[in-house]
């Protein structure tokens, strides 16, 4: 495999992605106390990163590209509401591969300036996942106007300039603490096991001894079994398959990309067979990392 | 199968499913010009209708469970953004079936007041499916500020209210008519292959004698292979798969819905034994519907 050109131990790779001064460059989506913010807290918290806040998803993938950052941290899924589809796409767009993982407990609040309450609200601001983790909660107030937001973070920002009693944001407890807000009602999402699953992206690719996760992304020929062929390879080597994610091939309606996500390390001689025997069958084929799988992180 | 009722033509089915005066009462999400009112009128052109809004998907659920309609019609999938989760999840949640199916090119258009010009422009409303359709347009003018809407033809009723010419709506060429506004760039989507698939739902299960198209959700127990042996029946049966579609499991974070979709009609007996098969291997398992494939029309 051509893309699979050194294997490190985590150490020796942070070594060499450091500025001059020691420290990490490392880009991330939103705004301080968003979840992928935290997420790269968590991550990076034994290294000296210094930290850089994109607005858009792919922005983090330019700074990479203009090797202004080592390292990119972004939302790839959540456990209630699935995948995130752009980041699949950026994933396939550019050459980029991922080196770890961390899943983190989301918790959504609704929060407000201090002293106002439930009775006084009439517009929620949110990202529109945040908006869909509350559902549930929301329904009883059905005269709330809800308006979406880029971010659960940026709305509370705005919810603390704007100072007004009628007005509340759907976010993270950590965002209250930033802009001095109250928490109103806490854990407000339906699922109590809410998880996000960030993935973190180099411009290299990395292989730590400790990798025991694989992703790739493939398109297959439209045909009758062309799936269940790639998955026999997997079983015939006792490969477990973590997730197949489908996203549509864009000039192909109703063909799609195959993102898998299978446990193992590229040193297992078996795991190697099968991905070479994949890659022969694939009309398109994308080794996307092998990383060390994220444990479920409560915040 | 027990859902497997009774094996109707399309003809039978719709006089059993019409009001006393004759009409068919049928349900969508949405305002009159939206793609899924388009989607209504073309399914059911030849038939004499009469069509209710409703403001969210599960409303549309929830009135045919009322049985206030006899179908709703639900977009479930575009073919450059993907899936739509939400109706999924509702698929899964209440126990109806589809019994039809129709594919919509879909094109997004700049709408402003008469005489507005692109100069003029600095609010722009849409639904966030128009936005992510229209990216690459939208990348030219990086000063507008763009406001997400519930949806695409009621962001292009709200511009013709406000008149004013630094407004304008992504939505269709349709609600351009509807609401006397002009199209000041037509075709603005990135994808000029851009097809949006509905599906028609009904409480009763229906299998129309030229039905070719088979869903089904399931579950599997968690272990290596498991998806694999499900798949095998197909292939061993020369099924066609269609798609698969992983949707998160609520309370098990990681752990995924598999929606799949496949050529057939359930006289075919291989067919009946694949079903039977898989059933038995599944955790959770439920049949979606057999009915005709929508061709891809367009508007």
Redesign the interface.
């Known amino acids: 495999m051509g893309a699979l050109k050194r294997v490190t131990n985590k150490k020796d790779e942070l070594e060499e992605k450091t500025c001059k001064n020691g420290q990490i460059k490392v880009g991330y989506q939103g705004v301080e106390g968003s979840f992928s913010e935290q997420a790269m807290r968590k991550y990076f918290e034994e290294d000296d990163i210094s930290s850089s806040p994109f607005e858009t998803f792919e922005d983090v993938f330019q700074a990479l590209k203009d090797r202004e950052i080592s390292y990119g941290i972004l939302p790839i899924e959540?456990?209630?509401?699935?995948?995130i589809?752009?980041v699949y796409s950026l994933l396939r767009k550019y050459d980029f591969y991922i080196v770890g993982e961390m899943?983190i407990k989301i918790t959504q609040n609704l929060l407000g300036i201090k002293g106002s309450k439930l009775e006084d609200i009439e517009e929620v601001y949110s990202h529109?996942q945040g908006f869909?983790q509350s559902v549930e909660f929301l329904k009883d107030y059905p005269h709330w106007k809800l308006i979406?937001y880029k971010n659960t973070a940026i709305s509370a920002k705005y919810i603390r300039e704007e100072n007004s009693k009628k007005k509340a944001a759907i976010a993270s407890k950590r965002t209250a603490e930033l802009y001095h807000l109250d928490i109103i009602q806490q854990n407000i999402n339906f699922?109590q096991?809410n998880?996000t699953?960030f993935i973190i992206v180099s411009a290299d690719f990395d292989v730590t001894t400790d990798a025991d996760k694989i992703s790739m992304v493939i398109s297959l020929p439209h045909k009758?079994?062309s799936?269940?062929q790639v998955?026999?390879y997997?079983?015939e080597n006792?490969?477990?398959?973590?997730?197949?994610?489908?996203?549509?091939i864009?000039?192909?309606?109703?063909e799609?990309f195959f993102y898998i996500d299978f446990e193992g390390n590229l040193q297992n001689p078996h795991l190697k067979k099968a991905i070479d025997q994949i890659e022969k069958k694939s009309n398109f084929f994308k080794l996307l990392g092998n990383y060390r799988k994220g444990r479920?992180i409560n915040q």
């Open positions: 959540n456990s209630s509401t699935g995948g589809g752009e899943c529109p869909e979406p699922n096991d998880y699953r009758p079994g799936l269940y998955l026999r997997f079983a006792h490969l477990n398959m973590l997730k197949i994610e489908s996203r549509p864009l000039d192909r309606p109703w799609y479920n």
